[in-house]
C-alpha cells in the first residue's frame, strides 16, 4: 500500500495557493524583516513548568540563537545549565546573564569546546555528565555556516563542517543518550537549518551537514522513541546573527562579514521562545521557524514540482555570478 497515497487530494488541493507564494517572492533573499530585541521575551509558564529542575546543556550557546535559548532555559529555572562554546569570554558573559535570571540555587556551568574537534566534543559530553550527573534536555547549536561555490571549496572545508555541525553532535549525543535511555527519559534538541531541507547555491558544505543532521534526527527518533526520549530537528530561516560572519569561504578563511538576509532575519530571542513553546506545549518534533513564505512554499514544492525548484535554484546561482561579476 502507498502510504503517501492519502496525501494526494491534498497536495492538489494546495498546490495554486503554495505556487502563488512562491511565485510573489521567489526564494526572497530579504528573509524576515529584522526585529528589535523584544522586552521581557520569556517561554510561556507551561514551558517552563516543564523543564523546572531539569538538567539542561546548550552548544553555541556563547552567541545568537544558543545564547538565546539558555536564557530561556534560565528563565525556566533549570537546575543545572551547561553552557559550551569555543569563546570562554563570552561563554562567561552568557552565564554571568543566566544567573541573573535562575534561582540562587541552581547552577550555571561554562565547559568551552571545540567542536572541530570529535575526541574534544567527546569529553566534554564526559564533562558534561561530571557536573549534572544526569542530563534531561540536550541543545546541539553549534555550528558555522559557508559561503563558497563548489567549485572554489576545498575539501578541507567540507570536512570542517561535518565536523562542526554533524559529527561533533553524533560524538556528543552517542556520550549522553545511554544515560537518558537509561532513565527513561530526555529530550534531544539539535538546531539544523532550512538548508537540512532545500539547498541553495554557494552553500554545498553547510547544507550538505544540515542535510545530515535532518536524516540523523528522523532515524534516530524512531529508535528512541521507545525508550521515552524526545529528537526535536529545528529548522531556523534567516535569524539576526553572527553566523554569515563566522562563515567560511572556499579557502578556509573567514566570510567576515554580515549578509543582508541574515541583518533582516528575525530576532533570536523570539525564535527562543518560538521553538521551546512549540516543542514544550504543541509536542512537535520538527519545527520550522523564521521562514519567509516563499521559503515554506519553496520547501513544499520541492516535494511535488522539484524540477520547478531546480530551475529556480540555477537562476538564483547565474544571477548571483553575474552580481558578482560587475
Sequence with gaps: MDIFKPFTLSIFILLPGIVAAFALNPFSRKGLRSKAPSLNVIIQSESAECLIGKNAIVTGASSGLGKSLAIQLAHANVRHLVLSGRNLEALQETKSECEKIMNSSNTVHVLPADLSNLELAGKFAEEALEVCGSVDMLVLSGGISSRSSFLDTSLSVDELLMKVNFLSGCAITKKLVPGMVENGKGSIVWISSL??????????????????????????????????????????GYINTNLSKSAIKGDGSKHGKLDEATASGANSDDVAVEIFDSLLIKNKSDLVVAATASARAAIALKMIAPKFIEKKLMQRYLKALKDQAK
Design 195 to 236: 538548508q537540512g531541507l532545500i539547498g541553495t547555491p554557494f552553500r554545498t558544505s553547510y547544507a550538505a551537514s544540515k542535510h545530515a543532521v535532518q536524516g540523523y534526527c528522523e532515524a534516530l527518533r524512531s529508535e528512541l522513541a521507545s525508550s521515552g526520549i524526545k529528537v526535536h530537528c529545528i529548522s531556523p
